[in-house]
């Protein structure tokens, strides 16, 4: 279909695909400890919880290329909608943690392939607007992420946490909708996307390149620090004698940081020749946040936290130069599986570490040293990512 409406209906679908990849994550966090008074929900649920998303967003990394090249970046966008409004709605009928987990699974794989499948979308159907439709789409997906914690505790104030939780499928089955439109219209793309499978010549070609090597790290460890902050930030503040609504909210700022800065760095991007500056003063903040957090937590606990939402900016950054980066839509998909599959196993083990380290010694700086030392290593690898130039 190609028509006036035509890209304003994908403008749509982006959005409303963008802000449901992340709710079901940060939505959860400050309900744990609510959840835990009426479900028995032990250590090991918690490590697994925090560990799924970054795990499972790594492996559809690596086979959403594979779906696409088979059945169409729209139909796989509509197929990943429907797998986070099924398992976002049924885990929270249910009153398994077992089954919570399986029901999860189902949701963070749909948002996993959301998370590929959204830039090569944007460079086909918007080749000459890539920073504003980048823009649309990372401002949208911190959007997502900010709102929930925000709202979670006061909605479960009205109607319990299983309510809380099933406010965000019933925004899935809204994107369900719109993208069953596109799919029935099938808006035809101005850039061609060819046939391209994560595992043949074009990963081949990527793993030989130092600078896709440096992307995912730096893409994998800007995920690592965020998905320990999505998992522990409440918990570390309730536990520093803060309420749960008051550590909540901190959450929902620190994702706010990063939807604020999302407006403004794909565009900042394009025109910087490195965003290797912007690396590092991120980086200097999030290890400043976490010195914080860690020594003086109950002496500016807003500051540490707006500190860490800077510091996890390089999120939404990261994910502009996957789109301004690549050569075209084929080089975009490809490259958006690798930097996130690789990146997001290397994220997968960051709740995890982070979980053993809390619960298993009374001092924190073991935990502590492991994120920091993270942040050093992102620091070194930035030079090459951020380096101007297709990759």
Same mark, same amino acid.
């Given at each position: 279909?190609?028509?006036?409406?035509?890209?304003?209906?994908?403008?749509?679908?982006?959005?409303?695909?963008?802000?449901?990849?992340?709710?079901?994550?940060? $939505?959860?966090?400050?309900?744990?400890? #609510?959840? %835990?008074?009426?479900?028995?929900?032990?250590?090991?649920?918690?490590?697994?919880?925090?560990?799924?998303?970054? +795990?499972?967003?790594?492996?559809?990394?690596?086979?959403?290329?594979?779906?696409?090249?088979? &059945?169409?970046?729209? /139909?796989?966008?509509?197929?990943?909608?429907?797998?986070?409004?099924?398992?976002?709605?049924?885990? @929270?009928?249910?009153?398994?943690?077992?089954?919570?987990?399986?029901?999860?699974?189902?949701?963070?794989?749909? #948002?996993?392939?959301?998370?590929?499948?959204?830039?090569?979308?944007?460079?086909?159907?918007?080749?000459?607007?890539?920073?504003? #439709?980048?823009?649309? &789409?990372?401002?949208?997906?911190?959007?997502? /992420?900010?709102?929930?914690?925000?709202?979670?505790?006061?909605?479960?104030?009205? *109607?319990?946490?299983?309510?809380? +939780?099933?406010?965000?499928?019933?925004?899935?089955?809204?994107?369900?909708?719109?993208?069953?439109?596109?799919?029935?219209?099938?808006?035809?793309?101005?850039?061609?996307?060819?046939?391209?499978?994560?595992?043949?010549?074009?990963? &081949?070609?990527?793993?030989?390149?130092?600078? %896709?090597?440096?992307?995912? /790290?730096?893409?994998?460890?800007?995920?690592?620090?965020?998905?320990?902050?999505?998992?522990?930030?409440?918990?570390?503040?309730?536990?520093? %004698?803060?309420?749960?609504?008051?550590?909540?909210?901190?959450?929902?700022?620190?994702?706010?940081?990063?939807?604020?800065?999302?407006?403004?760095?794909?565009?900042?991007?394009?025109?910087?020749?490195? @965003? @290797?500056?912007?690396?590092?003063?991120?980086?200097?903040?999030?290890?400043?946040?976490? =010195?914080?957090? *860690?020594?003086?937590?109950?002496?500016?606990?807003?500051?540490?936290?707006?500190?860490?939402?800077?510091?996890?900016?390089?999120?939404? +950054?990261?994910?502009?130069?996957?789109?301004?980066?690549?050569?075209?839509?084929?080089?975009?998909?490809?490259?958006?599986?690798?930097?996130?599959?690789?990146?997001? =196993?290397?994220?997968?083990?960051?709740?995890?570490?982070?979980?053993?380290?809390?619960?298993?010694?009374?001092?924190? *700086?073991?935990?502590?040293?492991?994120?920091?030392?993270?942040?050093?290593?992102?620091?070194?690898?930035?030079?090459?990512?951020?380096?101007? $130039?297709?990759?």
């Amino acid at each position: 279909m190609r028509s006036a409406s035509a890209p304003f209906l994908v403008v749509a679908g982006i959005v409303v695909a963008a802000f449901n990849l992340r709710p079901g994550v940060t $939505g959860l966090s400050p309900l744990l400890d #609510m959840m %835990g008074a009426e479900i028995e929900l032990g250590a090991v649920f918690l490590a697994i919880i925090g560990m799924l998303p970054p +795990l499972l967003y790594g492996l559809s990394g690596f086979i959403t290329p594979r779906l696409v090249n088979r &059945h169409s970046a729209i /139909t796989i966008t509509l197929a990943a909608m429907i797998l986070i409004a099924v398992g976002s709605g049924v885990r @929270a009928v249910l009153d398994s943690p077992g089954w919570f987990l399986v029901l999860s699974v189902i949701a963070l794989v749909g #948002m996993g392939i959301g998370n590929v499948v959204l830039p090569p979308i944007v460079k086909s159907h918007f080749p000459h607007r890539v920073a504003l #439709m980048s823009t649309v &789409h990372v401002g949208l997906l911190q959007l997502g /992420t900010f709102l929930p914690p925000l709202v979670a505790v006061p909605l479960a104030s009205t *109607w319990g946490w299983r309510g809380s +939780l099933l406010v965000w499928a019933v925004c899935a089955a809204v994107a369900i909708a719109v993208w069953v439109l596109i799919a029935v219209l099938r808006p035809a793309p101005r850039a061609a996307v060819t046939s391209t499978v994560v595992g043949g010549d074009e990963l &081949h070609r990527l793993l030989r390149t130092r600078r %896709g090597w440096s992307l995912m /790290t730096m893409t994998g460890l800007t995920s690592f620090n965020n998905f320990i902050l999505f998992t522990w930030l409440p918990l570390l503040l309730i536990r520093s %004698g803060f309420s749960a609504s008051f550590a909540g909210s901190m959450l929902a700022l620190v994702a706010a940081i990063p939807l604020v800065l999302g407006f403004v760095l794909p565009a900042l991007a394009q025109r910087l020749r490195t @965003a @290797a500056p912007i690396v590092v003063a991120f980086c200097v903040c999030l290890a400043a946040g976490y =010195l914080g957090l *860690w020594l003086l937590p109950q002496v500016a606990p807003v500051l540490w936290t707006v500190l860490l939402g800077v510091g996890i900016s390089t999120f939404p +950054l990261a994910l502009t130069l996957i789109t301004l980066r690549a050569r075209d839509a084929e080089a975009a998909a490809a490259l958006s599986g690798f930097v996130q599959g690789g990146g997001y =196993l290397l994220a997968a083990t960051g709740p995890l570490i982070f979980a053993f380290l809390v619960q298993s010694s009374e001092r924190l *700086w073991p935990a502590f040293a492991v994120v920091l030392a993270s942040v050093v290593v992102k620091l070194l690898v930035s030079f090459s990512a951020c380096r101007p $130039g297709h990759i």
